[in-house]
């Protein structure tokens, strides 16, 4: 299955952007998904996942309460609203299969095939 994330961009602190994660011929609705990001110098770290079946959410701590993951059926996508975005929330925001059947699967090995990612940059 090829990922493909989109929807990022540039916002000041305080905006909002929500990023989608699509795969060409496929459904995302049975899959367990995460999100990550890499910010520059940084390693990938875990942002959030959504769990297949009973649709069980894990956020990081920095991000819980701003962020929201979720299955947009209409458009068979995984998708990721971001508010209030802050400064070191910066970084490139990929989308992954998780291979696991562990709710809180945070590990990059729990995760495999990886997309191109989506810039999301916050400004001052």
């Known amino acids: 299955v090829q990922l493909q994330a989109s929807g990022g961009g540039t916002v000041q602190v305080g905006g909002s952007l929500r990023l989608s994660c699509a795969a060409s011929?496929?459904?995302?609705?049975?899959?367990?998904m995460g999100w990550f990001r890499q910010a520059p110098g940084k390693e990938r770290e875990y942002v959030a996942s959504?769990?297949?079946?009973?649709?069980?959410?894990l956020y990081r701590g920095s991000v819980k309460g701003r962020f929201t993951i979720y299955r947009d059926d209409s458009k068979k996508t995984i998708s990721l609203q971001m508010l209030n975005l802050k400064l070191e929330d910066t970084g490139i925001y990929y989308c992954?299969?998780?291979?696991?059947?562990?709710?809180?699967?945070?590990?990059?090995?729990?995760?495999?095939?990886w997309g191109q990612g989506t810039q999301v940059t916050v400004s001052s």
């Open positions: 992954a299969i998780r291979v696991t059947n562990m709710n809180y699967a945070t590990l990059i090995t729990d995760y495999a095939s």
């Open positions: 011929g496929h459904s995302l609705h049975d899959y367990s």
């Open positions: 959504i769990s297949r079946g009973d649709d069980f959410t």
